[in-house]
């Protein structure tokens, strides 16, 4: 069975896609970010991968799962 990690910050408006953010806000640019990072979860979910999601800061756990892998599995 092959692996596939995925990296990811918490989707925080203001911490993440800060060129995106300069062109259309901090809030939008964390929810696009947010988007695509759902997308290439359920993309590798299925049988023949085993994936994981690692991500900062670590506080976030709780919302991390339930926004990357609570509502997709």
Same mark, same amino acid.
């Given at each position: 069975m092959q692996a596939l990690g995925i990296f990811a $910050? =918490? *989707?925080i *408006? !203001? $911490?993440v896609k800060s060129r995106l953010a300069a062109e259309v806000g901090p +809030?939008? =640019?964390a929810d696009v970010y947010w988007r695509v990072g759902r997308q290439v979860v359920s993309a590798v979910l299925g049988p023949g991968y $085993? +994936? !994981?999601v690692w991500y900062t800061p670590a506080s976030e756990a709780a919302?991390?799962?339930r926004l990357y892998v609570g509502e997709i599995a």
């Amino acid at each position: 069975m092959q692996a596939l990690g995925i990296f990811a $910050r =918490a *989707p925080i *408006p !203001g $911490r993440v896609k800060s060129r995106l953010a300069a062109e259309v806000g901090p +809030s939008t =640019a964390a929810d696009v970010y947010w988007r695509v990072g759902r997308q290439v979860v359920s993309a590798v979910l299925g049988p023949g991968y $085993r +994936s !994981g999601v690692w991500y900062t800061p670590a506080s976030e756990a709780a919302e991390m799962h339930r926004l990357y892998v609570g509502e997709i599995a």
